[in-house]
C-alpha cells in the first residue's frame, strides 16, 4: 500500500521568505506524486504533479516542487511567500489498481505567512 | 460555470436521520469520487465511480450509498447518520480512471451531525 506523509502540521513564513513543505512518500511502484493547495472553505486544487518526466516540476503561482528517489521525498517550494499562500497545503500519491485510480493524500500543512 | 459542483455547502441534521448530498460535474469526465475529510484535515478516498460504475469502495459502511444516474452526477445517501458521519465531504472528478490523473474538487459540504 502507498502512504504519504507530511512532516510538519503547520509552517509559518514571513512574506517574501522562503516556503518548504517536506513531503515523503512509500511506494512499491513508481510513485506518481502530487501537491494539492486548498483555501479557506474551498475545494483542493491541483498545484503540481509528477509523472516520471522531470523530476523537477514546476507549477502553478510560482510553486515547485523535486523528486527524490533515494530519499523518497517530493518536498514543495516557493522562493517568496505572498500573503495569498496562507492555505492548507496536501501531498498526495496516485495508486493504480485494477480496482481503479486512487489518490492517498497525506495530512496536510497549513502555511501561515506573517506580514 | 462551476467545474464540479456540490449542494448543499452546509448541512445540520440529528443523530438517526438520513440525508443526500448532490453533486455536478460540468467537465465532460468520466470518472468522480467522494472523498472525506475529517476535523484534523485528514482526507480519505470514499468511492469512485467510472461511467456510472463503482470502481472503488474503500471500507465504507453501507449507511453510505451513492449514486450516479449520469456520468455527470455522482450523489451521496447517508442513511442512519452518525456522530462520527461529521466531516467535510470533496466530490472530484477526472477526465479518466488513470494514474496520474489530475482531480477537480468541489467546494465541499460540511456535514455537522448533532
Known amino acids: 500500500a502507498q502512504s504519504v506523509t507530511q512532516l510538519g502540521s503547520h509552517v509559518s513564513v514571513s512574506e517574501g521568505a522562503l516556503v518548504l513543505l517536506r513531503c515523503n512518500y512509500s511506494?512499491?511502484?513508481?510513485?506518481?506524486l502530487f501537491w494539492y493547495v486548498q483555501y479557506p472553505n474551498q475545494g483542493l486544487q491541483l498545484l503540481l504533479k509528477?509523472?516520471?518526466?522531470?523530476?523537477l516540476v514546476k507549477g502553478i503561482n510560482g510553486f515547485e516542487a523535486e523528486f527524490k528517489k533515494s530519499e523518497t521525498s517530493f518536498h514543495l517550494t516557493k522562493p517568496s511567500a505572498h500573503m495569498s499562500d496562507a492555505a492548507e497545503y496536501f501531498c498526495?500519491?496516485?495508486?493504480?489498481?485494477?480496482?481503479?485510480?486512487?489518490?492517498?493524500f497525506g495530512g496536510g500543512t497549513r502555511v501561515l505567512v506573517k506580514p | 460555470d462551476t467545474a464540479v459542483s456540490q449542494t448543499p455547502k452546509y448541512l445540520v441534521t440529528q443523530m438517526g436521520n438520513d440525508k443526500s448530498i448532490k453533486c455536478e460535474q460540468n467537465?465532460?469526465?468520466?470518472?468522480m469520487y467522494w472523498y472525506k475529510q475529517d476535523s484534523k484535515k485528514f482526507l480519505k478516498i470514499m468511492f469512485s465511480?467510472?461511467?456510472?460504475?463503482?470502481?472503488i469502495n474503500e471500507t465504507v459502511p453501507n449507511r453510505f450509498s451513492p449514486k450516479s444516474p449520469d456520468k455527470a452526477h455522482l450523489n451521496l445517501h447517508i442513511n442512519s447518520l452518525e456522530l462520527g458521519d461529521s466531516a467535510v465531504y470533496f466530490c472530484?472528478?477526472?477526465?479518466?480512471?488513470?494514474?496520474?490523473?489530475?482531480?477537480?474538487f468541489g467546494s465541499g459540504t460540511q456535514l455537522s451531525v448533532l
Open positions: 472530484a472528478s477526472s477526465q479518466l480512471d488513470r494514474v496520474g490523473e489530475k482531480l477537480f
Open positions: 465511480y467510472n461511467n456510472k460504475e463503482l470502481i
Open positions: 509528477y509523472t516520471s518526466a522531470a523530476t
Open positions: 467537465l465532460g469526465h468520466d470518472t
Open positions: 511506494s512499491s511502484v513508481p510513485p506518481y
Open positions: 498526495a500519491v496516485s495508486e493504480f489498481r485494477a480496482a481503479g485510480n486512487k489518490l492517498t
